[in-house]
């Protein structure tokens, strides 16, 4: 059982309390920098839970964080993005006298804050909220100068004397850091080519496992949730780089392997067409005829006369 000590954080204005932080200028938006942060060194290992989003640079030598099951290192600078609700986590791997006091900032926005504001919407958008903690953004210098840039901006201008532009600069601005952000995680499925290249053959092996072992009549079309469970990453993650790779959905990569072997099925058995679409896991022939019209251009038995 974990012994960890857990804290929840229902607002901001509780989250610094007990960070040994003044109060909030805005009880609702607010940057923290971590050097500043009071929680004892002797309560790690500790969890956290936010009832509010939080965008996180963090760097803390000689520790390990958790973010759901996974763990990793804080040693470079690594950003990460927490929805209300997820769990994350400190473990120290060395002697706690060793650890020097983290770096970074973090931004902490109350949903409230986001109320009747484009990002109100569009946050949801962002799949990296819903990221695990080995598919986090590695900054190059650069980039964290540019994130870092906007994060002192925002907290320039809750400081300042509030008035009815200040709401929409700061969304602004949070927006702007969210592009940046989705620029960067673009950059890193490329440069990253060799994890992401094996995760996409983790993948393929999947599938072909899957499709090979008879589960589609009887199960259906895994779910994108499931395959990510199986590959052991975050659903928005692999959909994000398999669009990044291929320019496909993982629902769309789904769809054009399994009209791949609806195609070899057509066109080396003599299974029928309904014989066929129980096979590929279709309750409806009508269904399996649709999809496959849909990428093929040819119903399934055109295509198959077109071999004969």
């Known amino acids: 059982m974990d012994s960890r000590k857990l804290f929840r954080f229902s607002t901001i204005s509780e989250y610094r309390r007990t960070a040994g932080l003044p109060k909030p200028a805005h009880p609702l938006i607010s940057v923290v920098h971590m050097d500043d942060i009071a929680l004892p060194i002797a309560e790690i290992p500790f969890s956290l839970i936010y009832d509010f989003y939080s965008i996180s640079l963090k760097k803390v030598q000689h520790a390990r964080f958790k973010y759901g099951q996974q763990a990793g290192d804080f040693d470079e600078g690594v950003l990460f993005f927490m929805s209300p609700g997820q769990l994350f986590g400190i473990d120290s791997v060395v002697d706690t006298a060793e650890i020097k006091r983290p770096e ?36 190059s210098d650069k980039e964290e100068t540019m994130l870092t840039a906007i994060a002192n901006q925002i907290e320039q201008e809750y400081n300042a004397n509030i008035d009815r532009f200040s709401q929409d600069v700061i969304i602004a601005q949070l927006e702007l850091l969210l592009t940046y952000s989705e620029r960067f995680y673009q950059r890193q499925f490329i440069t990253r080519k060799i994890a992401s290249h094996e995760l996409l053959t983790r993948l393929e092996d999947y599938l072909s ?24 990453i975050s659903p928005g993650y692999l959909s994000g780089l398999l669009k990044s790779l291929t320019g496909q959905s993982t629902q769309q990569h789904l769809h054009n392997k399994l009209i791949d072997l609806a195609k070899e099925k057509l066109s080396t058995t003599n299974l029928s067409v309904s014989e066929i679409a129980y096979e590929l896991g279709f309750e409806h022939l009508q269904s399996f005829s649709k999809l496959f019209k849909t990428k093929t251009s040819l119903s399934p038995l055109e295509f198959r006369h077109s071999f004969n």
């Not at 949903?111 to 986090?136: G, R």
């Open 209 to 232: 496992s899957y499709f090979n072992s008879g589960a589609l009549a009887k199960q259906g079309l895994p779910s994108v949730v499931h395959i990510a469970e199986a590959l052991n």
């Open 104 to 139: 970074g900032w973090m931004i902490l926005i109350h949903p409230d804050f986001l109320w009747n504001t484009s990002l109100a919407k569009t946050i949801k958008q962002y799949e990296f909220f819903s990221y695990s903690v080995h598919e986090a953004l590695y900054l």
